[in-house]
């Protein structure tokens, strides 16, 4: 039931094991973030802290969107689940580290998924889709309705002058938990292709029917897919207010954040792990880019232009033409 | 009349006369979705799209915005032709309507709506119009012409499109590739150019619904993803390819929302067709009158 690209990919690529592709990754991690250190530009934190968001958010969508072939518009409830669970944390007890909000927007999130999954999952896929839509709208409506994180007025966070453990700037800080967010998604993004789950994963893309026949739990595998994505899409978002300050139900569920988190993933490709890497890097650094030198509305024209533009034109993404030409 | 008697008799009123316009905006999706299996949910932007032309149309040159719906409704319609064809020929052809299909959608909702935003900013526009703020007086109830008027044009694109599709051979085409694409081949008929046709009225009906939209409410380029929702959820529960079920849906959920925000508060609205789409997908995914 594997696809033949599936094949081709797991022979090219370099026969990684697990642990080892995952200290390469913390290897990479720490390179980049000395480098930072050695830079000093607070702006280069602010920026790159935005990319390793989106690879977090593209990547987690991948997970479900991807390798299962079930679309997730919801993306906002739960980025928002996540954001908004560490506002409440914030409020009733401010001096929780970081880390441990991230795993419980991580937690809450990964909860609601299971519950839209098992009531939806059972369906055709489009009809996930358009719930996961409407999701994003009624948690929208919760949160606006919910005076005690802000409601419609927003929330103010204070985040600490000094960021703990390393010293500097807070938002080396938020940048550091980000990065190791990353390490952390991506190793279990590889993790998954490489094992049972993952070829289970690709039945039920190619054909859900012969998978469900051949004795593949499509449901259970569905629902472990869609409590991963999401839970990973939470733990995106928790460190949200520290990073804005300022948090109201408009910016929080921005359609941007929807928006980029599908098109990064398809622009880069989406049958493996490195191409929402690929996506966001791109993708990422190309809006910070026009976001300065043009303008900040022109910037959130791209992901959607350049996501309609792909799937018509190359719907394998970038990772598919290289692959292609090799 | 007790007062909160009439409270509830007018909330249920108006309820329906809302759900009357839910009909129209869904109705787009209940052919491109219920009958063509094409998951358009970009379709609100373009009742959004529907609106501000109506909005230019009115403050620019004072034309009354139904009658600008009448005068869009071509261009919609080819419009709509347009976005079949790249659909077709990317997607449909090769066998990847869920995951690119849909993500191809999602991308065209957020260009119109940053388009939308681009060109007229994030106020609120509104259309002048003789029916736009008198109301009928029936006793203890009160009928706003705003929400009669929307009421009247929708039911009358539903009903002239239920004619249409059960009496004119074109319309008995798009039933049969709704049904049975390859029958309709066999035919001798062009399964495409049917489904190209049927594509280009469900975004005309855009036209008209984004007219009755910019009647009944100010409008802003974002709010159109609070009818995605309530779009489909009509859709959903009223069952799939069913005019009729999809009306009963409309007019159900307008009285539960009107309800909900009369009683509860206008804020918590929107929840409400999310809980009617679970709901439904849990218990009866095919609907009140599906097939």
Known sequence: ?326 | MDGSLGLLLNAVVSGLLLGGFYAAVSIGVAISFGMLDIVNIAHPAFILLGSYVAYLANTLLGIDPLLTAVIALPAFYLLGMAVYQVYYLSFERRQDQSLRGLSFFFGLLFIAEVTLVLIFGVDYRLVQAPYIGPSLHLGWLELPLRLLVPFLVSMLMVVGLQLFLTRSFTGRAIEAVAQDPLALRLMAADPTRIKRVAFGLSFATAAIAGAILIIIQPVEPSIGREYIGRIFAICVLGGLGSFSGMVIAAVTLGVVESLTATFFGPSWAPAVSFGVLLVTLAVRPSGILGR
């Open chain 1, 1 to 326: 039931m594997v696809s033949l690209a599936d094949k081709q990919q797991a022979g090219a690529a370099p026969a990684l094991g697990g642990i080892p592709f995952l200290l390469v990754l913390i290897v990479i991690a720490a390179g980049i973030f000395a480098f930072g250190r050695w830079l000093n530009i607070s702006y280069a934190f602010f920026a790159g802290y935005v990319v390793l968001q989106y690879i977090v958010l593209g990547t987690a969508w991948n997970i479900l969107g991807g390798y299962t072939g079930y679309v997730n518009f919801g993306i906002t409830a739960f980025f928002a689940i996540g954001a908004y669970s560490s506002v409440f944390l914030y409020k009733i007890a401010p001096s929780l580290p970081l880390p441990l909000m991230v795993v419980v927007g991580g937690v809450l999130a990964g909860l609601v998924g299971l519950g839209m999954g098992y009531l939806t999952l059972r369906l055709r896929g489009v009809f996930f889709s358009i719930a996961t839509l409407a999701l994003a709208v009624v948690v929208q409506t919760l949160i606006t309705n919910w005076d005690f994180v802000g409601g419609a007025r927003g929330a103010y966070v204070l985040r600490p002058r000094v960021a703990p453990l390393i010293g500097g700037d807070y938002v080396q800080y938020l940048f550091l938990v980000m990065l190791g967010l990353c390490v952390v998604v991506l190793a279990t993004a590889r993790a998954i292709e490489r094992s049972g789950l993952g070829y289970g994963f690709a039945a039920i893309r190619d054909d859900e029917g012969a998978a469900e026949a051949s004795g593949v739990p499509t449901l259970k595998l569905k629902l472990i897919a869609t409590v991963l994505s999401g839970g990973f899409m939470g733990m995106a978002g928790a460190p949200l207010p520290y990073y804005v300050t300022y948090l109201d139900p408009a910016s929080g569920f921005s359609l941007n954040y929807a928006v980029n988190a599908i098109a990064m993933p398809l622009i880069g490709g989406t049958s493996s792990w490195l191409g929402p890497v690929v996506g966001a890097v791109l993708v990422g650094g190309l809006q910070e880019y026009i976001r300065v030198t043009i303008s900040s509305a022109a910037n959130v024209l791209v992901a959607g232009g350049l996501m309609v533009a792909f799937v018509i034109a190359a719907p394998e993404g970038i990772v598919g033409l290289f692959r292609r030409k090799r």
